[in-house]
Each structure stands twice: as structure tokens, then as C-alpha cells.
């Protein structure tokens, strides 16, 4: 089962989940890059993407898993896994979009998780306007011949660990979520991040708006 499949049926084991009709945004393509989006509401939790791509005829791949919290007060979770030949890229970032800050005595089962892994080289990709907001528990690992079962079963122990936390944490304003996570989206609109610069390439300032804001983060445009 591939990434994006596994985490949905992992979140759907605690959640029920609905899916979305998205239209014609549920395929894209360009510039030999298919992109294929599917995106669900969890109810009682948030939105859900599943993003998936694949371009070089084939020999690259990319899923990307968003979970944006809408009526609890977690950070915004982001899983990409690219594979480029025997190359492989995993990267669990956790975003601060929070209404109050989070304690650090809170790390310690995340922390956990991400040093299990500390054999494998770090993945470095540069400086980001985002960096600050990435909490430090965020895991980002590059790695040839390892088994994929390795960076699987990492993804899912951040997801039980997320899940676990979803169902102990009180509600919070739903409106003022969202707008935090607004402000994140626009700004990562504004200023850019690796794949959404390549979007906006590929397909415009506008299907680039409607993708990030309203598909990736369960945004109303």
C-alpha cells in the first residue's frame, strides 16, 4: 500500500472520513507531470489531502499527505516521500500554526520517533521562510537501497502518535484555526516553497491559489 493509502486508512481506523468531489482538479498534468489530488473531511478533526505525482516517465514519484486541523489546537502535519531511481526522500513536517504555544514537555514520544532513524543521512533542502515555524520534532531523512517498509512504519508511528494526540486535546474556535492556517497558506502562496513554486510554472498564479488554499488546506476561497 503506498503512503498517502496507508495514513487515510490509519486515520480512518479513529475518524470517519468523507470524501470530497473535486471536479477536474483531481487530475492535472503538464510539462510531462501528472498530478492527481483526492481530497476528505474528517469529521470532528479536519481536512485531509492526498496529493500525488509522478513525472521523468515515471522514475519520479512524489506523495504528499496534508492534515489540517480544524477544531483542535495541533500543529498542521505535512508528509512528502519522493523516489527518484533507488533514491529515496521522506519528510514529516510538523507546522506551528497554533493559538497558543506548544509546551515542550510534549516531545518527548515525537522525539522519540525521530531518533530511531538517526542512521540515516539528513535531508537538507536549503533555507525556507517556513523554517521558524517547523516544530522540532519535524523529520526529514534521504536514504539509497533501504527497504521503503523503514520510512513506512516512521510514518505511521507519527500518525498514531498525531491521532493519539487529536483525541486528548479540548476543541478550540474553529474559525480562529482556520485563519492561522489561512495566514500560512497565503504566505506560502506569496513567498513560495519548493513544490508550489514548481506549480505556479506549471499551471498559474490562480489553479495555484485554488489548489493550495481551498484543495491542500480545506480553505474557503
Not at 515515471?58 to 500543529?75: A, H, K, R, W, Y
Not at 540515516?120 to 533501504?146: C, R
Request: glycine residues 6%; aromatic residues 10%.
Amino acid at each position: 500500500m503506498k503512503m498517502n493509502e496507508a495514513l487515510l486508512s490509519q486515520l480512518k481506523n479513529t475518524y470517519r472520513v468523507v470524501e470530497n468531489d473535486i471536479g477536474e482538479d483531481a487530475k492535472l498534468s503538464a510539462k510531462g507531470m501528472t498530478f492527481r489530488l483526492r481530497t476528505f473531511e474528517a469529521e470532528g478533526l479536519g481536512h485531509v489531502c492526498l496529493l500525488s505525482m509522478s513525472g521523468m516517465l515515471g522514475l519520479m514519484q512524489m506523495q504528499t499527505f496534508v492534515l489540517s486541523p480544524e477544531t483542535i489546537d495541533l500543529p498542521l502535519l505535512n508528509m512528502d516521500r519522493v523516489s527518484v531511481l533507488s533514491r529515496k526522500t521522506q519528510m514529516v513536517e510538523f507546522y506551528r500554526t497554533l493559538l497558543t504555544p506548544e509546551s515542550d514537555d510534549n516531545f518527548a514520544e515525537y522525539m522519540w520517533i525521530k531518533n530511531k532513524d538517526t542512521d540515516l543521512k539528513d535531508y537538507v533542502s536549503g533555507e525556507h521562510w517556513y523554517d521558524s515555524l517547523l516544530a522540532p520534532y519535524s523529520y526529514a531523512k534521504v536514504s539509497t537501497g533501504i527497504s521503503i517498509k523503514r520510512f513506512d512504519r516512521t510514518c505511521s508511528e507519527y500518525m498514531r502518535e498525531y491521532i493519539r494526540r487529536c483525541r486528548i486535546e479540548k476543541p478550540c474556535s474553529k474559525e480562529e484555526k482556520m485563519e492561522k492556517t489561512r495566514a500560512f497558506a497565503q504566505q506560502l502562496i506569496d513567498e513560495g516553497g519548493p513544490a508550489v513554486s514548481q506549480f505556479r510554472k506549471l499551471f498559474g498564479d490562480e489553479v495555484t491559489s485554488r489548489i493550495v488554499l481551498h484543495h491542500m488546506y480545506g480553505l474557503p476561497l
